[in-house]
């Protein structure tokens, strides 16, 4: 069983920055992905990042250039460092977790394909 507690959203200005963070308990850091995602009211839920097993990241293009994802073993937590923010980005965002199998992105793009869910952080970026 994995637990996964988000922190860090709020209210920032465009142009500002945010640093999400996810905390999760029960999870061995070599043994599951740390999927990051967004929800806009009335969208659907968008893959924003991940943190492989292994230790490396990756983030979508849509964000690349602005976001980046890393990772703290010895805190067992997984960050999301989010700047130049836009009025776009605002959205509850999530993180997630799955047993990794294969480093397979078209998958880890899919929150269908993760076990384990935070209960969202809202980020809400003002013109």
């Known amino acids: 069983q994995v637990q996964l507690v988000e922190s860090g959203g709020g209210l920032v200005q465009a142009g500002g920055s945010l640093r999400l963070s996810c905390a999760a308990s029960?999870?061995?850091?070599?043994?599951?992905?740390i999927g990051w995602f967004r929800q806009a009211p009335g969208k659907e839920r968008e893959f924003v990042g991940i943190?492989?097993?292994?230790?490396?990241?990756y983030v979508a293009g849509s964000v690349k250039g602005r976001f980046t994802v890393s990772g703290d073993n010895a805190k067992n937590t997984v960050y999301l460092q989010m700047n130049s923010l836009k009025p776009e980005d605002t959205a509850t965002y999530y993180c997630?977790?799955?047993?990794?199998?294969?480093?397979?992105?078209?998958?880890?793009?899919?929150?269908?394909?993760?076990?384990?869910w935070g209960q969202g952080t809202q980020v809400t970026v003002s013109s």
């Open positions: 997630a977790a799955r047993y990794h199998t294969m480093p397979i992105l078209i998958t880890a793009q899919d929150p269908a394909r993760y076990d384990y």
């Open positions: 029960g999870r061995t850091f070599s043994t599951h992905d």
């Open positions: 943190s492989w097993s292994d230790g490396s990241t």
